[in-house]
């Protein structure tokens, strides 16, 4: 089982990125994947949550509104839409899979399976 996100960059302020996190060893739609994301000097921070078999999106509210998480079943992979990106978005981004129950999606300690990590700079 492993994930493999991908998608990072330099962005402008205001611009969007797509991230990727491809599965192998499971299928997509059978397990909840979480993005969560680090910034330098900064605690993980969970961002969005897609749970299995289509109950529910979830995101934080700093990227509410901006962030839209999804999948693709045949290709097998999570997507993370960000647009109106901002500075303070900077961080490394990871994609996590696991079973949290709803009251624990945001907590990456209940996660079995993580992704290496993608770099996404907001500056100008």
């Known amino acids: 089982v492993q994930l493999q996100a991908s998608g990072g960059g330099l962005v402008q302020p205001g611009g969007a990125l797509r991230l990727s996190c491809a599965a192998s060893?499971?299928?997509?739609?059978?397990?909840?994947i979480s993005w969560f994301r680090q910034a330098p000097g900064k605690e993980r921070e969970w961002v969005s949550t897609?749970?299995?078999?289509?109950?529910?999106?979830y995101y934080a509210n700093s990227v509410k509104g901006r962030f839209t998480i999804s999948r693709d079943i045949p290709k097998n992979t999570a997507y993370l839409q960000m647009t109106r990106l901002r500075p303070d978005d900077t961080a490394i981004y990871y994609c996590?899979?696991?079973?949290?129950?709803?009251?624990?999606?945001?907590?990456?300690?209940?996660?079995?399976?993580w992704g290496q990590g993608t770099q996404v700079t907001v500056s100008s």
């Open positions: 897609i749970r299995s078999y289509g109950n529910g999106v």
């Open positions: 996590a899979r696991g079973s949290p129950p709803l009251g624990s999606i945001s907590n990456g300690a209940i996660y079995t399976t």
């Open positions: 060893g499971f299928t997509i739609n059978t397990a909840t």
